[in-house]
């Protein structure tokens, strides 16, 4: 007897993968490593490098595995994507900035530089995991990567903004890509496949594991690019301080909003990692723990209120199914981080009596405004190209269900 389940993506995924990893390896012939990176100074940077790769491997890929038919994929796709997308950021970014011609240079801060970059297609890909294929995500992958890259130049050589700033936008640039993706993606879902879109108790508690290496290891992420130790060291206090006020925020606020007073996991997967969001771009600018924490209140508030009303905007009226709540996940407390340092920006510069005040605000706003202007424009035109035919997407049916990808032994034949 054949499986129900259509045939998965054998035609099109080892073609599509093979090709262009031989393509990747090729691209790599032309690098060569950093001859004068000192020991000391890369063995620090491995460290932070290491934190990082947990975040996005462990953190990231569990943090979406709550699907009750939904597991495998979520957290073997998001390794996948994010090994893809670490080895095209690395290339990416050698070329956009070799010193010499005809020579790309691979340096450690290149790869950490490519875990961060990568990192975003695993964001947006909240967004979407259960209504795409391996295929689409891969293209997914190269896109993202590339917009992202071309994002930070815009920001660093037209806008002249910090560098690290670009990247701390992350979180609104894979946000609103991952959101106008799924937009495209997005179908009325059958009454079958709304009952596979629910959490049970066993994946909930892997989803919990995920939050919790996020939750370890957001300092880590927050403070990667910073050089100055000074402003190091206050990126990981202030990320700390947040985090924490964010988890006691959302688990109180779960509660309180719950007619019985019950604790949503869901809200506890997504909202206790709002306040690392919020303070990431200005976490090296505040100088008092109680602005940190004020944010992680503010942060953990707006989570838990968009994980209440903004599913219901978003599933019936815009007609955009957001798997794991990454608007309100990363979206908007990203924008209210981006919106805080703009804030800290203008009130240094004012105590600094600098007259470039204004140029400094309009810099920084248009940096923030450039992140989610890119990210909403590359997802529309990615989330068209993922709808052509020849992905050969999964039918709506089949979303959320791991059985149109993997291998089952122990069940009938044929799947």
């Given amino acids: 007897m054949g499986s129900k389940y259509p045939r998965s ?47 996005a491997a462990l953190g990231l890929g569990f943090l979406t595995s709550s699907l009750r038919r939904h597991g495998w994929s979520s957290v073997a796709f998001s390794l996948f994507m994010l090994a893809l ?57 190269l ?63 892997f989803a919990m594991l995920g939050t919790l290496f996020l939750w370890m290891f957001w300092p880590s992420f927050n403070s990667a690019l910073l050089d100055n130790e000074k402003e190091r060291k206050n990126a990981v206090f202030n990320t700390y301080y947040a985090l924490a006020v964010s988890a006691v925020t959302a688990t109180s606020v779960s509660a309180l909003t719950h007619p019985q007073g019950k604790i949503n996991m869901t809200h506890i997967h997504n909202a206790i990692l709002a306040g690392g969001v919020a303070v990431g771009a200005s976490c090296h600018l505040i100088l008092w723990p109680f602005l940190a924490m004020v944010l992680g209140l503010v942060a953990g508030l707006i989570s838990i209120g968009g994980a209440k009303c903004l599913p219901v905007c978003f599933n019936h009226v815009l007609g955009t199914h957001d798997t794991s709540g990454v608007h309100y996940t990363f979206g908007l407390p990203g924008l209210l981080g981006g919106i805080v340092y703009i804030v800290l920006v203008m009130l240094q510069v004012t105590w600094t009596k600098n007259s470039m005040i204004g ?51 122990h069940l009938a034949v044929g799947f």
């Fill in 85 to 141: 997308g670490v080895q095209w950021a690395v290339l990416l970014d050698v070329f956009l900035s070799k010193l010499f011609p005809g020579k790309m240079v691979i340096k450690l801060y290149s790869v950490q530089l490519a875990s961060l970059s990568a990192t975003s297609v695993l964001i947006s890909a909240c967004a979407v995991l259960g209504k795409a294929n391996l295929v689409q995500l891969m293209v997914m992958v």
């Fill in 143 to 205: 896109v993202e990567v590339t917009a992202f890259g071309t994002m930070r130049m815009i920001s660093l050589l037209v806008l002249q903004a910090d560098d690290r700033m670009s990247v701390m936008h992350i979180h609104v640039f894979a946000a609103y890509f991952g959101l106008m993706v799924a937009w495209c993606l997005s179908r009325p879902l059958p009454k079958g496949t709304k009952e596979k879109d629910k959490t049970a108790t066993s994946p909930s508690l």
């Fill in 359 to 409: 140029y400094r605000v309009l810099i920084d706003t248009g940096a923030l405004s450039l992140a989610m202007a890119m990210g909403l424009v590359s997802g529309l035109l990615t989330g068209l190209l993922l709808n052509l035919k020849i992905w050969k997407a999964p039918h709506v049916a089949k979303y959320f269900d791991d059985q149109a990808f993997w291998e089952f032994p």
């Fill in 9 to 55: 993506v054998r035609g099109c995924l080892p073609l599509c993968a093979l090709t262009l990893e031989a393509a990747l390896i090729l691209a790599f012939f032309f690098t060569s490593y950093d001859p004068f990176a000192k020991d000391r100074k890369l063995m620090s940077l491995y460290g932070v490098f290491q934190d990082v790769t947990v975040m």
